[in-house]
């Protein structure tokens, strides 16, 4: 197979590391965690492990740049499809399979996470379908409001730090609960804000930052 114009970054440095992972194939790896220790120990300076990972500044992006990131994840589905003999698993409910969409959606630790971050913002809304979710997205995110501002970089948080999760969950072994999670948002979504300007006078804004404890 041969790159296209309009194929992605991240496919483009697939195809060109596929004499590296015949290697790994070779290799007999059995988990990510065994492809990835394969990956490092074999040669520090193998950059596709880089593809493991979301970029960092995570407010640099926008929710279109943003979406197209998400797509492009290799989460374990995809990995699978690509020949990698792995588990499935879903690491932060170990019930279902890996998805893109299980993983941000329907996953009960995310959703549960999610949940909280909209009550923050005082709004309740059930799961639903990636395309949904965009659309509500699109037409709900719209405006210079702080209410608009923070659901922005709350659904960039949330998901950074999701497969921030997951990857410290299949790597280093390392777990936090959903308190905790929340707690890593808020954080962030708060030091994002620092430099903004808040009129506080307005009732909506001070409820929004009595909730983000800013
Ligand atoms: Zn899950």
Known sequence: MEARINTSWSFCKLLSMRNQAASIFAFGTQSIKDIWHHIRNKDDKVTWHKLFWLPLHVPKYNIITWMAFLDRLPTKDRLIRMGFNIDGICVLCNEEMETRDHLFLHCTVANS??????????????TCSWSARISWAFASWKGKSLLTAIMKLAWTTFTYIIWEERNKRIYQRRSRNVNALLLAIKDSVGI?????????????NSALCIQWGY
């Open 113 to 126: 996470v999610w949940s909280s971050v909209l009550n923050l913002n005082g709004i309740c809304r059930g």
């Open 192 to 204: 994002q804000l620092k430099s903004r300007e808040i009129n506080r006078n307005d009732y909506v």
